[in-house]
């Protein structure tokens, strides 16, 4: 069974601290891994990442993914409170989308 | 359109209620996902449409659930005899042919089954 887990579920932190989110997977016929920002509803798309060690990023978001070892990881620097919201890596595997339970980010002032 | 555009936004419905929640994806996206998101946990996985045919339908929870997307186009997700537990957020998803873009997705639909 195809499965993605997020860890931490939660996690608390103060402006202007560095965070990293982390992500593995066991999925058959893997194609890509996208992480999402999720506020309110729709999930906002961050990156896809298909090749290992090649890191993405934008501005202060940065991810990379690790095939070998199958997990990638979502680091934000410089957190501000416009980036609480729950952080959701998905694996495709085929035509099927798998989610992660994601990870709720609260950015304290 | 801009974006993928679900409606309506907000659904209370009673017990034994059926309802259609609709789901308009960007124009010309071959691929089409819904998924049922309850409070506090990630999307789960509905089904699957490629154009007009339904490739997946593995994920919806029972024989209530139903969803068409006749003209490979706009789709409806219809849940008949609503049930408490229906109770979540529906997810749209769409995205362009193959398997090596991103799913752009709508507001989603708010369901409440009272």
């Known amino acids: 069974e195809d499965k993605v887990v997020q860890s931490p579920l939660y996690l608390v932190v103060h402006e202007g601290d560095t965070v990293t989110l982390n992500c593995s997977y066991e999925?058959?016929?893997?194609?890509?891994l996208l992480w999402y920002k999720q506020e309110k509803k729709a999930p906002t798309f961050l990156f896809m990442l298909?090749?290992?060690?090649i890191e993405k990023k934008s501005g202060r978001l940065s991810s990379i993914l690790d095939k070998k070892e199958l997990f990638s990881i979502l680091n934000i620097t410089a957190t501000q409170t416009g980036d609480s919201a729950v952080y959701l890596c998905v694996v495709n595997s085929g035509y099927a989308l798998n989610f992660g339970k994601g990870t709720s980010l609260l950015v304290t002032p | 359109g801009a974006g993928v555009s679900q409606s309506p936004r907000y659904k209370v419905a009673k017990r034994g209620q059926d309802v259609a929640l609709r789901c308009d994806p960007i124009s010309g996206h071959v691929s089409l996902f819904w998924y049922q998101q309850a409070l506090g946990q990630g999307p789960e996985f509905l089904t699957y449409?490629?154009?007009?045919?339904?490739?997946?339908k593995s994920g919806l929870p029972s024989d209530r659930f139903f969803a068409e997307r006749p003209e490979g186009s706009v789709s409806t997700l219809k849940i008949q005899r609503t049930q408490q537990e229906d109770s979540a957020v529906y997810l749209c998803?769409?995205?362009?042919?193959?398997?090596?873009?991103?799913?752009?997705f709508g507001q989603g639909t708010r369901l409440t089954v009272v």
């Open positions: 999925v058959t016929n893997f194609r890509s």
């Open positions: 298909t090749s290992s060690g």
């Open positions: 998803a769409s995205s362009s042919w193959g398997i090596h873009t991103e799913a752009f």
């Open positions: 449409f490629q154009n007009e045919a339904q490739l997946d």
